[in-house]
């Protein structure tokens, strides 16, 4: 229990760190790295590089002690952490060096202003809220150990079958090395591959949505290339993944985690609302759906720039067919003259308001989305403009966590 002087001393200083944020994370990861390089094993270092991470922890870590005295109100949030950190392989004993080296980065950037007081205080709260994470972490640990055919940490799998959807995704059929089974999944979940790439010093972990239904004897990912331009550099290990995996391949893979996910035990109508690769857990929830619940009605809506990058488009032309609750919509923002010729696709432009109550009977429905920042943003000013509550629109952000809202 901390004494009410610490929770005074932690929420008065909630904010002097937030004005420093960026400046104590920044310098906390140079320190923490320096320290322990074998957390580059698991650290994504593209986000380190583009800053992403450094705010995604800083607005955790304030979050959570601006509510240090009922963390129970932010555990929806620790949760979507939690997962992640499962996915990874984030263990009790990497709790207290980050502790410990965030503690120094605050000390460093903010001087003399952080006295013996602030700084105890805030290694008591960082130390409670450091045990919430790891029992969340420990109950998901148990939980996807124990699920049928479950495991703890990574298990090897074998590329079975590797696809190519379009231009730029690709699908990768895996399976368990040893034979085993596989644990059934909620669509809309992910998993995360440790990859050794030939020339870096470090693996690489990175989260991919199950791309297909739950109850097939593999697990399927649909892995976007990322080419890189202007200020984004190449994705490494997508590169790595179509260019140089092929089937055969072994890759290590954590269990199915994440909390965006299709509730199936509702007969609500459900909208799934696609831009590019973050079609990848619409198709799962899509294919779910088609298979498990005949009654249900569904609207599939996929955006992408014109033919050449759409992928899977058969296959929800298959499933959609194959159930009559069911309709799909194709949106390019940059048809080809072919597209235009065969009149491919439903609308050019974007998804907005108008369109979309001119395609949806009414917005009583389930709305899921997941893409491209831009393209979320423009579903999500209008999906409120249209009156749908705040509990019936679910999303997910490829990469850190991000808001929608500015
Ligand atoms: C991701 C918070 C402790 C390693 C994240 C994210 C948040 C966060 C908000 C982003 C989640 C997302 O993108 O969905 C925290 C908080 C912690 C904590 C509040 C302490 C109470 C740790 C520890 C480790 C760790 C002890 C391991 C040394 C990671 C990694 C990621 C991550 C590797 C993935 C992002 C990346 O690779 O850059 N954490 N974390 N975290 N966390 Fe933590």
């Given at each position: 229990m901390l004494s009410q002087q610490t929770i005074d001393i932690i929420k008065s200083t909630v904010p002097?760190?937030?004005?420093?944020?960026?400046?104590?994370?920044t310098r906390f990861y140079q320190i923490l790295f320096a320290k322990h390089p074998e957390?580059?094993?698991?650290?994504?270092?593209?986000n380190q590089k583009q800053g992403r991470q450094q705010t995604a922890l800083a607005n955790a870590v304030y979050a959570a002690a601006a509510h240090i005295d009922n963390l129970e109100a932010i555990l929806p949030a620790v949760k979507q952490i939690a997962y992640k950190h499962r996915s990874l392989g984030i263990k009790p004993e990497h709790y207290p060096i980050v502790g410990e080296n965030l503690l120094a980065a605050i000390k460093d950037v903010l001087g003399d202003a952080a006295t013996k007081e602030i700084i105890n205080a805030w290694a008591e709260a960082y130390g409670v809220i450091a045990d919430a994470f790891i029992s969340v972490e420990e109950g998901m640990y148990r939980?996807?150990?124990?699920?049928?055919?479950?495991?703890?940490?990574?298990?090897?799998?074998?590329?079975?079958?590797?696809?190519?959807?379009?231009?730029v995704i690709t699908s990768f059929y895996l399976k368990p090395l040893d034979g085993g089974k596989l644990?059934?999944?909620?669509?809309g979940q992910y998993i995360s591959v440790k990859m050794t790439i030939p020339g870096q010093a470090y693996t690489h972990i990175r989260q991919y949505s199950l791309s297909d239904r739950p109850g097939k004897e593999y697990y399927r990912i649909s892995v976007k290339r990322e080419d890189g331009a202007g200020e984004t550099p190449a994705g490494i290990v997508s590169q790595y993944l179509h260019e140089q995996v092929k089937e055969g391949d072994i890759l290590p893979i954590s269990a199915p985690a994440g909390d965006f996910t299709l509730d199936m035990t509702k007969e609500t109508p459900?909208?799934?609302?696609s831009g590019g690769v973050g079609l990848t857990p619409m198709m799962s929830m899509l294919q779910a759906i088609v298979e498990c619940q005949p009654n249900r009605r569904v609207t599939f809506i996929h955006a992408a720039r014109n033919s050449l990058t759409h992928a899977m488009r058969e296959q929800v032309t298959a499933a959609v067919s194959g159930h009559p609750q069911s309709v799909s919509y194709v949106v390019y923002s940059e048809p080809t003259e072919a597209d235009r010729t065969h009149g491919s696709y439903d609308r050019e432009g974007f998804i907005d308001l108008p369109w979309l109550q001119s395609v949806l009977p009414d917005?009583?429905?389930e709305f899921y989305f997941c893409g491209p920042v831009p393209f979320m943003k423009g579903v999500y000013r209008a999906?409120?403009?249209?009156?749908?509550?705040?509990?019936?629109?679910?999303?997910?952000?490829?990469?850190?966590?991000?808001s929608l809202v500015e």
């Open positions: 002097v760190l937030e004005m420093h944020g960026k400046a104590i994370t957390l580059l094993h698991i650290f994504n270092h593209a939980e996807a150990e124990e699920a049928e055919g479950g495991w703890r940490d990574f298990r090897p799998f074998e590329v079975v079958q590797k696809v190519k959807e379009s231009e644990p059934s999944f909620l669509p459900v909208v799934l609302l917005q009583h429905a999906l409120r403009e249209w009156g749908v509550p705040e509990e019936r629109i679910h999303f997910e952000f490829f990469g850190p966590m991000g």
